[in-house]
């Protein structure tokens, strides 16, 4: 009952905070607007955000390790490893699809080839010569670095960086070490379930007492500051990238809990409402993962599978930024007045899957892994430059599908193992 009265609450903010930022956008020059954005919505939802952000690290460690001793059998595990990377990785093909497929019918660049003589583009190209003359972009990491990345030298230093890849493997290792001494590691075990407990009860509150006013704060800011003007320019491509991942959302991940978990898509979607505004609310898998855990256990997920599935996908499963990056591509293609081939296409679809496990679970990153797509298809990176002015609150709607995929996938997962436990 509680918890229903919490997530009614937490819609009423984001409703609330929607209309307040969209009213302040339209005097987002006046000293009385930019004093409440920055003292009030940017402070307070800030602090919600970094209250959240404090808990992934020690989240991610203690779930996944405990996610991994709890799934008890090596090979069990292999199995669910398995069945996740496969779904995470169908699921992303599945998403950027639908993408480019309604891209290429509605055409939103079709007519507008003056965008790409457009001042964002130049000063974006300006952005995009500075971080090649200095360290290396992210998105220049060539694929053997990634995989020696994926190995810490120092895990304490994957930590304090929040390099969450480099902590999930040390978890994995040292959840396959405790699973193996079994009762050789009981008190660390126990230290681990304890603190478990802890991470839970803060998050918890944490949960009561701010989700509301921090959610509200969030999306007011994001709002008050989008420009909501610059959609009007860019409104078909808003509307593509919006109808993408509502389908992709609707269709893919309700028939996953209908059809394969077996189980009421409704259900699933109203138990999901609370992680789906703090992931819209804070454009971050990340922040989102220590509720998005939660609201899946309750609805009855197994904890080992949640805490192995949910934390792995908030860090390499991103549907809606994958959706994003088909529709873009497409758009710029469509403005540079260039013809996609099928083979470019299906490069498209290939490199976007792959920089969607390269994505970090952070506000933005989305549009920067977007500039490997681009030069795979030959298409000028500083294009982004046009789009980054409204991006930001496609960033909140694609992190609230990223989130809702992995905890799809936990959910199917979950129903199936036990299936096959009554069926034994
Ligand atoms: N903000 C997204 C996430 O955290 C990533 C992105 O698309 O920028 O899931």
Same mark, same amino acid.
């Given at each position: 009952?509680?918890?229903?009265?919490?997530?009614?609450? %937490?819609?009423? /903010?984001?409703?609330?905070?929607?209309?307040?930022?969209?009213?302040? +956008?339209?005097?987002?020059?006046?000293?009385?607007?930019? *004093?409440? +954005?920055?003292?009030?919505?940017?402070?307070?939802?800030?602090?919600?955000?970094?209250?959240?952000?404090?808990?992934?690290? #020690?989240?991610?460690? =203690?779930?996944? =390790?405990?996610?991994?001793?709890?799934?008890?059998?090596?090979?069990?595990?292999?199995?669910?490893?398995?069945?996740?990377?496969?779904?995470?990785?169908?699921?992303?093909?599945?998403?950027?699809?639908?993408?480019?497929?309604?891209?290429?019918? =509605?055409?939103?660049?079709?007519?507008?080839?003056?965008?790409?003589?457009?001042?964002?583009?130049?000063?974006?190209?300006?952005?995009?010569?500075?971080?090649?003359?200095?360290?290396?972009?992210?998105?220049?990491?060539?694929? +053997?670095?990634?995989?020696?990345?994926?190995?810490?030298?120092? #895990?304490?230093?994957?930590?304090?960086?929040?390099?969450?890849?480099?902590?999930?493997?040390?978890?994995?290792? %040292?959840?396959?070490?405790?699973?193996?001494?079994?009762?050789?590691?009981?008190?660390?075990?126990?230290?681990?379930?304890?603190?478990?407990?802890? &991470?839970?009860?803060?998050?918890?509150?944490?949960?009561?007492?701010?989700?509301?006013?921090?959610?509200?704060?969030?999306?007011?800011?994001?709002?008050?500051?989008? *420009?909501? @003007?610059?959609?009007?320019?860019?409104? &078909?491509?808003?509307?593509?990238?919006?109808?993408?991942?509502?389908?992709?959302?609707?269709? %893919?991940? @309700? *028939?996953?809990?209908?059809?394969?978990?077996?189980?009421?898509?409704?259900?699933?979607?109203?138990?999901?409402? #609370?992680?789906?505004?703090?992931?819209? @609310?804070?454009?971050?898998?990340?922040?989102?993962? #220590?509720?998005?855990?939660?609201?899946?256990?309750?609805?009855?997920?197994?904890?080992?599978?949640?805490?192995?599935?949910?934390?792995?996908? /908030?860090?390499?499963?991103?549907?809606?930024?994958?959706?994003?990056?088909?529709?873009?591509?497409?758009?710029?293609?469509?403005?540079?007045? /260039?013809?996609?081939?099928?083979?470019?296409?299906?490069?498209?679809?290939?490199?976007?899957?792959?920089?969607?496990? *390269?994505?970090?679970?952070?506000?933005?990153?989305?549009?920067?892994?977007?500039?490997?797509?681009?030069?795979?298809?030959? &298409?000028?990176?500083?294009?982004? @430059?046009?789009?980054?002015?409204?991006?930001?609150?496609?960033?909140?709607?694609?992190?609230?599908?990223?989130?809702?995929? +992995?905890?799809?996938?936990?959910?199917?997962?979950?129903?199936?193992?036990?299936?096959? /436990?009554?069926?034994?």
């Amino acid at each position: 009952m509680k918890s229903k009265k919490l997530t009614i609450n %937490i819609v009423i /903010a984001l409703v609330a905070g929607i209309i307040i930022g969209s009213i302040g +956008d339209i005097y987002a020059d006046t000293s009385l607007v930019k *004093g409440v +954005d920055q003292y009030f919505f940017n402070t307070v939802g800030q602090i919600f955000l970094n209250l959240i952000f404090m808990l992934v690290v #020690p989240v991610v460690f =203690v779930s996944i =390790v405990l996610g991994v001793v709890g799934v008890g059998d090596p090979k069990l595990l292999g199995g669910i490893g398995l069945k996740t990377l496969v779904f995470f990785l169908c699921t992303t093909a599945i998403a950027i699809t639908i993408a480019i497929v309604l891209a290429l019918i =509605v055409k939103p660049g079709a007519g507008h080839s003056d965008l790409m003589k457009s001042t964002e583009v130049a000063s974006y190209q300006k952005t995009l010569d500075k971080q090649s003359e200095g360290a290396e972009a992210p998105a220049n990491q060539t694929f +053997d670095q990634t995989l020696i990345n994926l190995f810490p030298k120092n #895990p304490i230093e994957s930590m304090t960086q929040g390099n969450m890849l480099q902590v999930i493997t040390f978890s994995i290792f %040292i959840g396959i070490g405790m699973m193996v001494l079994g009762d050789k590691a009981l008190i660390v075990r126990q230290f681990f379930e304890q603190f478990n407990e802890i &991470l839970m009860y803060i998050i918890s509150m944490i949960m009561r007492v701010f989700a509301p006013i921090g959610t509200f704060c969030l999306v007011a800011h994001a709002f008050t500051g989008a *420009g909501l @003007g610059a959609i009007k320019q860019l409104g &078909l491509y808003f509307i593509v990238v919006l109808a993408a991942l509502i389908l992709h959302f609707f269709l %893919i991940y @309700g *028939g996953t809990i209908k059809f394969i978990a077996k189980d009421s898509p409704i259900k699933f979607f109203k138990g999901f409402i #609370p992680a789906i505004t703090i992931g819209f @609310g804070g454009s971050s898998s990340n922040a989102a993962l #220590p509720v998005s855990m939660e609201c899946t256990k309750k609805m009855g997920v197994r904890p080992a599978i949640a805490s192995f599935v949910q934390p792995l996908g /908030a860090t390499i499963n991103m549907d809606g930024t994958a959706i994003m990056q088909g529709v873009a591509t497409v758009f710029i293609a469509q403005i540079s007045g /260039a013809q996609l081939t099928i083979l470019q296409i299906l490069t498209v679809i290939v490199i976007a899957v792959i920089a969607s496990i *390269g994505t970090a679970g952070v506000p933005g990153v989305g549009l920067i892994m977007l500039a490997m797509v681009l030069t795979a298809v030959d &298409l000028n990176p500083a294009a982004i @430059g046009i789009i980054i002015g409204i991006d930001r609150l496609l960033d909140m709607t694609r992190t609230a599908v990223n989130i809702t995929g +992995d905890a799809a996938c936990a959910f199917m997962i979950s129903k199936q193992e036990d299936r096959k /436990a009554v069926s034994s």
